[in-house]
């Protein structure tokens, strides 16, 4: 059951909570592990809103804000960007949205990120959909996909992967001692893993056919 967000309580950025009841599942797994690929799946078969944080902060770097720089000089750097920052975009885009299902994808990134999203949101995840890859399958994956985003050299993956490793892991940690992680293997190929991923969200998410 969806969590109610009391509209009267602010975010770090004075911004209001989502005044409507949501379900969210986060969506976590190292850099290169398909976490993408399988949340477009999952919305097309079961209707859920898609928000990745990194595009969020992406979309962010592009629009030329003061926050924008501050991301992208982080991002270069490898490192984790500030929770309330992140934060502020995750509650500006389900506010913005219709849906009342969201994949949060790639948040919360460590435990001061989980702590501050309960905290300012009220929200606790349905579950955590954790997509386990070795480091040298992301690491392959990244080098050949070929995107053109500038965080795809090695030497910045490598950063990231240390972060993952360092602050990520942790969080799955947490949430696997409440239960609430639901772990794929991600390194069989990507209709191997939506097999997987079905099982999880089925039936009881599954659209209904008109």
């Known amino acids: 059951m969806g969590i109610v967000l009391d ?3 602010k975010g770090a950025n004075g911004s209001s909570t989502v005044d ?3 379900k969210v599942v986060f969506v976590l797994g190292g850099p290169g592990s398909g976490k993408g690929t399988q949340c477009a799946k999952i919305v097309e078969h079961f209707g859920y ?3 990745s944080a990194g595009d969020l902060l992406r979309a962010e770097i592009k629009s030329g804000s003061e926050n924008g720089t501050m991301i992208q000089n982080m991002i270069k750097e490898g490192k ?3 929770s309330e920052v992140t934060i502020a975009l995750l509650q500006r885009a389900i506010h913005e949205n219709k849906n009342d299902k969201f994949l949060i994808d790639g948040f ?3 435990e001061e990120n989980r702590e501050a999203f309960e905290h300012v949101t009220g929200l606790l995840p349905e579950f955590v959909l954790f997509f386990d890859c070795s480091e040298e399958e992301m690491e392959s994956r990244l080098l050949s996909r070929n995107q053109g985003r500038e965080d795809d050299n090695i030497d910045t993956i490598r950063k990231r992967f240390n972060v ?8 799955i940690e947490y949430y696997k001692s409440k239960g609430k992680v639901q772990r794929i293997d991600a390194s069989k190929p990507v ?3 939506f097999e997987e991923v ?3 969200f089925a039936p009881s998410d599954a659209k209904i056919a008109v």
């Open 7 to 9: 509209s009267s309580n």
């Open 20 to 22: 409507k009841k949501v």
């Open 49 to 51: 809103t898609h928000l």
């Open 80 to 82: 984790i960007v500030p």
């Open 108 to 110: 919360p990134r460590n």
């Open 164 to 171: 993952y490793m360092e602050s990520s892991l942790p969080v």
């Open 191 to 193: 209709g191997e893993v």
């Open 198 to 200: 079905k099982a999880v």
